[in-house]
Each structure stands twice: as C-alpha cells, then as structure tokens.
C-alpha cells in the first residue's frame, strides 16, 4: 500500500475572512467549546490568538515537516471562492509556485461539483498556473453527486478523489488514456486531532 497525504488549502490569511462570518464562527464555536470544556483553556487561548493572525495557513512548516520526513504529499489550492474558502487566484498563485518550486504535487481543490462550465474554468485556470494538464482535483468537503465524475472526466480532469462510500473504485479508475490514480484522503483537514473523551485540540 502506498499512501499519500493530501493538503487542503482552504484559507490563506485572516483578512479574506473580513466579511464572510467564518471568523465570528470560529470565535462563537471556541467559546462553546470552552464553556463545556471540549477544548483546554491553552487550546482556547491559541485559537482566539489565531484570529488576530494574519496567516491563516503553516504550508511552509508543512513542506519542511514532510520534506525532512520523507514524506510524499499533495496540496490542493482551489481556482475560485465557495463555501467558507475566500482566496483569490492572484493571492493563491505565488503559494502555488512555492510549493512547485520545492518539488511537491499540486493540484486543484475543487469548489463546484454540477456545473460543467465551472468545472472546466477551475480546470483551465490552475492549467495556466501549473503549466500541465496532468494534475488532479480533491473537492472542497468532497462534494459531489453522481455526475460529479463523469463531469470531471469530461472538462480536463484525469486524476479524481476517492470516495468508496459513492463510486466503486473500477468506475473512478477511468479517465481516458492518461495516468489514473485514485487519491485517498488521509490529511486532517483542521489539523484537529481527537483525544480521549470528548477534548480535541489543534
Ligand atoms: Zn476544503
């Protein structure tokens, strides 16, 4: 078995969180948290200290820790706003090079799952980025429906996400005559990792 760990990418800086709420979120869920003593007073004070933090995403720690460990993986940056993710193209792409530049996979985080028009423009804007047509797509919350696939399939995509629950692995093993691989999702999308009763922490 071969396993590859995938990144997200769903937020760059605080800043893209201004006006769409995720921020007051995050606030409200910590302070929830807290009062019923999910999560420690350290956990508390580091995630509200977070807030005031420009830098909402450790891409660079992340390359060092799996550069130095040995560890092969794959961050997905997505083309376009939806669904709590706010980071423009013009924002993303000097990231996105970085990662090339250190010699790991990219690939597209993909936002819509319906619309063939949207697919393809995701798909042709991380083409001008990354220079290739061989790249894959993870979906934002794995979204999907039973087109999602063959609508892939059909607007530039050759490698998909897995996700045994929907598609059986034959179906997802087809794009044409290109490379076929099958990405299991093994990241933390949160970086939340669970511990014994109900605590948690980032
Ligand atoms: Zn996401």
């Known amino acids: 078995m071969k396993v590859i760990i995938s990144h997200d990418v769903d937020h760059l800086t ?11 979120k995050l ?40 550069k130095a460990n040995k560890i092969p993986s794959t961050f997905f940056f997505a083309m376009t706003k939806g669904k709590g993710l706010n980071y423009s193209q013009t924002a993303v792409m000097p990231v996105i090079k970085r990662v090339m530049d250190r010699g790991f996979d990219v690939g597209v985080h993909g936002i819509d799952f319906q619309d063939p028009q949207k697919i393809n423009s995701e798909c042709l804007a991380f083409k001008e980025i990354f220079g290739k047509s061989d790249f894959g797509i993870r979906m934002h919350y794995l979204r999907m429906d039973e087109n999602t696939l ?17 598609k059986p692995r034959t179906e997802l093993a087809r794009c044409g005559n290109s490379l076929c691989i099958s990405w299991i999702p093994m990241n933390f999308i949160r970086g939340i990792r669970y511990r014994k009763k109900k605590s948690r922490e980032s």
Do not use: P
């Open 14 to 24: 605080s800043v893209e969180h201004l006006f769409d709420g995720v921020q007051l």
């Open 27 to 66: 606030f409200a869920r910590s302070v929830l948290e807290r009062m019923n003593q999910v999560i420690s007073a350290d956990e508390y004070g580091k995630r509200i200290d977070d807030l005031f933090k420009t830098q909402w995403h450790h891409i660079d720690e992340l390359m060092d820790f799996d």
């Open 150 to 166: 063959d609508k892939f399939d059909q607007n530039g995509f050759c490698l998909t996400h897995l996700n045994l629950q929907t």
